[in-house]
């Protein structure tokens, strides 16, 4: 069925679950992703069809569960990891940045790391500063592992089993408020991958380029549907896969609008989005730019509790929709 | 692989083992002085018979995480002694074409998972290995070599606990050579016998001779033999001593000469020569005989590495990322 349309909690269950069935050496491990059914319901009944050694309970032990999936990928297995929240990635830090993103290079390319690390991140739960932070310059900056932020159910289910394919360590982040909700677009049947490293263009305008990340890919959506019916033209653009990076379409769209805003949730110091303007500051695109580069990120804070401060910490579609009005309408 | 005192051979094994570690070492510190390697080493000079013997336990497709002190563990489980040396020495037939360099050797002919550049870091991988082979009913044994130090790290902690509640094929070896860097295992633990860890996992915790190759070789087989049926991990405490500085910048500030030379009147290598003299397993001829044979092959490791083309900074790029393939 084409028009089928799930949430991405399910899409992400129907990728783990087709991996399953294509290969016996894929297995979840995680807290609570056994007969819990995961802390946000994503590993749901899988514990129940394939079994408690598939769908692995762990201790609370983040570093240890990663490196037990670090150590079972050397020797055969493919493990997803499931962190319960993307936070808590701070304690397995060691495995994931020191072992499991290095092993390749530093070994002399005898050992490989097929391991996928799936984690919740994002505010927007009242869970507070150590639950719903968005930590993908952590993993972007450190050589050796791919990752991968999906905005929506049908890339998430394309995204996770080229992600589980792949042989290399891949860090697989999944905004928690999009677990719940049906993307636009249907989620097709089948095992389809969607090849990391290639960005999406999500719709196109002539009037500005609108590179977003995550969640703040749909919220983006939103503001390009509201000025497209008044006549100005949006370019979205979502990379899906931050590591690694693919540039070009932003190149090609810039071109044509002269125009580009980088939109992420996470703090605007040091984050992800600035590599976007970073190279495009460096190439020849550049001076096709009519208009300064706008960046809306977060605030540079710990995420809030009180609902209208966490609103307040992150770009809303209120900001989006004034920066993209304000930089159409001041550059011309 | 069996017994050191079963037969000639196996005795054999274990002198020559421990030989070719001991002048493994002592090549690299001299390669060290001469300013023909760079960066740090950690030797083991004085720990030899801890993973001889371990190793003699384990077949070649049982694995082993080590540590930064792990040139040893990687001699002891089979690796070639040219590649090992073209490592250190930068070269592309090195082990990790020059990547990696001492605290990074693996090697997967024999099993071996790579030594590791964080204190800890290797035993939530050799319990994850121990997880695969359980997972795949492959029947063979992780051992994760580590120091004193490492005990104190919460890796160790959450690994052990894992490979007890899921009753991995797994050993958690400590060398426990007295100190990790300048702490002392006195400073550092608030018992007096780290085995005793063991109880706080439920697994058995077992203290052993470390200078005693045939000892660990004991203790070592009755640890496989229970993880291979299927009951679980073992903590093994072996009572070693690092003769040498933790690393080149190590001035001995933390421990005295009488020490240190006590521990040397407990060489590993003399004590096994003197029990298969005493056992007549092999002669004084004989045990002379694997002693040249070590040294020369550490001879002729380093005249080949020496020799051989240095590694190239040109495909540093392709080499971060295993190809996809189509």
Sequence with gaps: ?332 | MGHPLSSPEHAHHALLYMWRIRKFEEAVEDLFGRGMMHGTMHLSIGQEASPTGMCMAMTLQDQITSTHRGHGHCIAKGADLTRMIAELLGKKIGYCGGRGGSMHIADVETGNLGANGVVGGGIPIAAGAALASKMMKRGTVAVSFFGDGAMNEGAFHEAANMAAIWKLPMILFCENNKYGMSSSTEKAFAIDNLADRGKGYGIPGINVDGNDVVAVYEVAQVAVDRAKAGEGPTLIIAETYRWKGHSRSDKNLYRTKEEIEEWRTKDPIPKFIARVLEEGVLTQEQCDLIQNDAIEAIKAAVNEAVKAEPAEPSGLLDAVFKAVSA
């Design chain 1, 1 to 332: 069925m084409s028009d089928r349309m799930l949430t991405m909690a399910e899409a992400v269950r129907e990728a783990m679950s087709i991996a399953f069935d294509e290969r016996p050496e894929v297995f979840l491990l995680g807290e609570d992703v056994g007969i819990y059914g995961g802390a946000f319901g994503v590993s749901g009944d899988m514990y129940h069809r394939y079994g408690a050694e598939r769908v692995l309970d762990t201790p609370i032990a983040e570093l240890g569960i990663v490196g037990a999936a670090v150590g079972a990928a050397l020797s055969g297995m493919r493990p997803i990891v499931e962190i319960q929240f993307s936070d808590f990635t701070a304690q397995a830090m060691d495995q994931i940045a020191n072992q499991a993103a290095k092993i390749h290079f530093m070994l002399g390319g005898a050992l490989h790391v097929p391991m996928v690390l799936r984690t919740p991140q994002g505010s927007g739960t009242g869970a507070a500063a150590q639950h719903s932070q968005n930590l993908e310059p952590w993993f972007a900056s450190v050589p050796g592992l791919k990752v991968v932020v999906p905005s929506n159910p049908a890339d998430a289910k394309g995204l996770l089993l080229a992600a589980i394919d792949d042989p290399n360590p891949v860090i697989f982040l999944e905004h928690k408020l999009l677990y719940k909700i049906p993307g636009r677009d249907p989620v097709p049947e089948g095992a389809t991958r969607i090849p990391l490293g290639v960005s999406k263009v999500v719709r196109e305008g002539k009037d500005l380029t609108i590179v977003a990340t995550g969640i703040m890919v749909n919220k983006s959506w939103e503001v390009a549907e509201k000025l497209a019916a008044e006549g100005i033209g949006v370019t979205l653009i979502d990379p899906r896969t931050i590591s690694p990076l693919d540039m070009q379409p932003v190149f090609e769209s810039v071109e044509k609008t002269g125009r580009l805003m980088v939109v992420q949730e996470g703090p605007a110091h040091a984050g992800f989005i600035n590599e976007v303007i970073a190279q495009m500051a460096g190439s020849s695109t550049f001076g096709s730019l009519i208009a300064p580069i706008k960046r809306l990120a977060g605030m540079n804070i710990p995420i809030p509790y009180a609902p209208q401060l966490e609103k307040a910490a992150v770009p809303q579609i209120d900001d989006i929709e004034a920066a993209a009005r304000e930089i159409v309408k001041n550059w011309r």
